[in-house]
C-alpha cells in the first residue's frame, strides 16, 4: 500500500465521538446525518495528531517490518499484495494465498 494511501484512507476517517467506532468519511457519505450506525453518536473527524501518529507508524514500518519482508522474500516464502485497492479485492487475494497454503 502506498504512504498515498494511507494518508488519504487517514484523511478520510470519521469517528464516532460516543463509542468510537469508525468508518470513512465515503461510506458514511449515503445517510442523511454523520451519525454512527450503532449508538447514534456524533461522527467526527479525527484531529491532526492522526498524522503525527502516522509519520511514526510509517517510520517503524520502514524499520521494523521491510527487513523482515525482505527476510521472508530471502526464504521465497513472502507473498505482496496490493494494498491500494477496495477492501474485498485485498481480502479475496489474502483468502485465496491461505487457501492455497493448505
Ligand atoms: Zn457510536
Same mark, same amino acid.
Given at each position: 500500500? @502506498? =504512504?498515498q494511501?494511507v494518508?488519504?484512507?487517514?484523511?478520510?476517517?470519521l469517528? !464516532?465521538?460516543e !463509542?468510537?467506532f469508525t468508518t470513512? @468519511?465515503s461510506?458514511?457519505?449515503?445517510?442523511e446525518? #454523520?451519525? !454512527?450506525?450503532?449508538c447514534?453518536g456524533?461522527?467526527?473527524?479525527?484531529?491532526?495528531?492522526?498524522?503525527t501518529?502516522?509519520?511514526t507508524?510509517?517510520? =517503524?514500518?520502514?524499520?521494523?517490518t521491510?527487513?523482515l #519482508?525482505?527476510f521472508?522474500g530471502?526464504?521465497s516464502?513472502?507473498?505482496r499484495i496490493?494494498g491500494?485497492?477496495d477492501?474485498?479485492?485485498?481480502? @479475496?487475494?489474502?483468502?485465496?494465498?491461505i487457501e492455497d497454503?493448505?
Amino acid at each position: 500500500m @502506498s =504512504e498515498q494511501t494511507v494518508r488519504d484512507r487517514i484523511a478520510g476517517r470519521l469517528q !464516532c465521538g460516543e !463509542c468510537g467506532f469508525t468508518t470513512s @468519511s465515503s461510506s458514511a457519505q449515503f445517510a442523511e446525518r #454523520a451519525v !454512527c450506525p450503532y449508538c447514534d453518536g456524533p461522527l467526527v473527524r479525527r484531529g491532526d495528531d492522526d498524522l503525527t501518529v502516522l509519520q511514526t507508524r510509517l517510520q =517503524e514500518f520502514r524499520t521494523k517490518t521491510e527487513p523482515l #519482508a525482505s527476510f521472508y522474500g530471502k526464504m521465497s516464502i513472502l507473498h505482496r499484495i496490493d494494498g491500494n485497492r477496495d477492501r474485498e479485492a485485498v481480502f @479475496s487475494d489474502i483468502s485465496r494465498l491461505i487457501e492455497d497454503k493448505r
